[in-house]
């Protein structure tokens, strides 16, 4: 069973930066992909970002929604047991709840599928001011 803890929400004003961070128990950590979700008020929750598991061929392939690309990043620390999420220029459209989520051994191109994760955190609350 693996666990997963969001640290490092808040409220930011437009333009600024925040980096969201997911520490993960319980699991080989360089085994599960990593993914982060996100839900508005009254909207579904969607992906944001993920990052691979650590295969040989796939180590580090990383796939982004196009409303972020450019603007977030994706990494991980396989040594801390921890996936990252810097966010820069934001916006009052990226205000939501985001969500970290685990899938084991997922290949690249499920990344993005919101249904492809066993385990998620509890969430942390992002808002950006205008």
Known sequence: QVQLVEFGGGLEQAGGSL????AASGGTFSDYTMGWFRQAPGKEREFVA???????WCSGSADYAD???GRFTISRDNAKNTVYLQMNSLKPE???AYYCAAAFHLPAYRL????????WGQGTQVTISS
Request: proline share 0%; aromatic share 12%.
């Open 112 to 119: 993005a599928q919101k249904g492809s994760y066993n385990y």
């Open 19 to 22: 980096r969201l961070s997911c």
């Open 94 to 96: 990226d205000t939501a």
């Open 67 to 69: 409303s972020v690309k």
């Open 50 to 56: 993920a990052i691979s598991w650590s295969c040989s």
